[in-house]
């Protein structure tokens, strides 16, 4: 039982523009979200977070949205630049608590 | 600080063996986490502790696979024996806020032949 998905192996995106990467969720229970990255051969790293309570979060050129009613998060990367390419794991905790659930991730290749 | 550190980075072993991955957590932090990376599953979470404390071990496969924690500068991850589809990476990471990120580890690749 998936309880965060990205529906989406891999995106491409030329540099310069913009790359969406979503996220679905199926517990409502969860109330914080985290978006990490990862490049080959090491662990991921934390990129973004946002809580519940709000809608939008940004930093920098990444942004993170959150859409409640829809259980949806995406994180937007904009302007997109070649050392974003990497896996992007979407996560979620649950009010509480510490385990972090993570999706399957989603390859994303930026072509210059 | 040096991060979170895994050892050892690969591992190839005959079925059947007993594998041990070790993890350092980075100093001051409460929690550490043991996760396994598959291409179908993504990051699935094995086992957490707390204060040296096992919390959850719901996502521990099966009896084959132990975790234990003896200090809060050093944790292992066995499985006994080891079976081919037990090949993945094996991530630990650790944290010290409730609602924090999680620092994680650069992983050790387990392959089972």
């Known amino acids: 039982d998936q309880q965060v998905k990205q529906n989406s192996p891999s995106l491409s995106v030329q540099e310069g523009r913009i790359s969406i990467l979503n996220c679905d969720y199926t517990n409502s229970m969860f109330d914080y979200f985290l978006w990490y990255k990862k490049y080959p051969a090491e662990g991921p790293t934390f990129l973004i977070s946002i809580s519940s309570i709000k809608d939008k979060n940004e930093d920098g050129r990444f942004t993170v949205f959150l859409n409640k009613s829809a259980k949806h998060l995406s994180l937007h990367i904009v302007p997109s630049q070649p050392g974003d390419s990497a896996v992007y794991f979407c996560a979620a905790l649950f009010q509480g608590a510490q385990k972090l659930v993570f999706g399957q991730g989603t390859r994303l290749t930026i072509n210059p | 600080d040096a991060g979170v550190i895994q050892s050892p980075r690969h591992e190839v072993t005959e079925m059947g063996q007993e594998v041990t991955l070790r993890c350092k957590p980075i100093?001051?932090?409460?929690?550490l986490f043991w996760y396994r990376q598959t291409m179908m599953r993504g990051l699935e979470l094995l086992i957490y502790f707390n204060n040296n404390v096992p919390i959850d071990d719901s996502g521990m496969p099966e009896d084959r696979f132990s975790a234990k924690m003896p200090n809060a500068s050093f944790s292992t991850l066995k499985i006994q024996p080891s079976e081919p589809r037990d090949s993945a990476v094996y991530f630990c990471?650790?944290?010290?806020?409730?609602?924090?990120?999680?620092?994680f580890g650069q992983g050790t690749r387990l392959t089972v032949v």
């Open positions: 100093s001051g932090h409460n929690s």
């Open positions: 990471a650790s944290s010290s806020r409730r609602r924090g990120e999680a620092f």
